[in-house]
């Protein structure tokens, strides 16, 4: 199963995603995508393969999409682990959803923050800028009808949200 992590900007998805790699880790049942992106590896956030445009036009990706000026991809090799029987996860942007669950068997684990607490986690990131900051607090994309969703409500501790969506992957069945 494609375990789609969706969550607006500063829910926290990248920390929650660390927690799990390290508390699953050796576990064969559970692999993670690493995506490949547009955007160079020194620009912070989630550990990504770095590719130029030229790089990324040449690649077959099961998955891809564009947003906020950057081309993103999911590599071809987790047909390879669904085929096996391995949950992958893999953080995709919600207007690719609907092509993944045609494709794929999905479930969709959505991390949320309240968003005083998304504005206060993207303001100490510091790569945007206020009036940034406000437009990507007002963007909101809805999940399509149909995949599980599984919700991780991140507004209080990263070991409580990290234990939340463990919890929900460990049911998965």
Known sequence: MLVAVVGA????????????RAALAGDQHIVFACRAITRGDQAGGEAH??????????????????????????PRSIEA????????????SRHV???AAARYPLAVLHITAPPA????????????????IA????????????PRVLR????????????????LLRALD
């Open 117 to 132: 607490i998304r504005a206060a986690r993207l303001a100490a990131r510091g790569r945007e800028d206020a009036a940034d």
């Open 81 to 92: 682990d669904l085929a096996a029987g391995r949950v992958v996860l893999a953080t995709l």
């Open 97 to 99: 959803l609907a092509d």
């Open 9 to 20: 900007s500063g829910a926290g998805k990248d920390t929650v995603l660390d927690g799990l």
């Open 152 to 167: 991780v409500v991140n507004d209080t501790t990263p070991d409580a949200a990290i234990a939340q969506a463990l919890a």
């Open 135 to 146: 437009a990507r607090l007002a963007r909101e994309a809805p999940l399509p009808d149909g």
């Open 49 to 74: 393969e770095a590719l130029t445009e030229a790089e990324f036009a040449s690649r077959d990706f099961a998955l891809q999409w564009q947003a906020h000026g950057l081309h993103y991809g999911i």
